[in-house]
């Protein structure tokens, strides 16, 4: 948020098995920005790609074997 004003989503992901970063340095944390998009947008894109209740847990290891039990 910018001067009360909404800009987009920030994802930070952390993950230990990420490779190096551009100069060598480990990186454990990606950090991803969304802008504004219309809801209908998201809601058909979750709907369609989604794989439980449209929430995408297929780039989620620990979420896809919680799907399993």
Known sequence: MRDGAWMGNLVAVKNAARPPGPNGEKTIWACYVFGAEPDSNCYT???SHGLKDNVWVQFYPTLR????R
């Open 65 to 68: 074997d919680l799907l399993k």
């Open 45 to 47: 894109c979750h709907k």
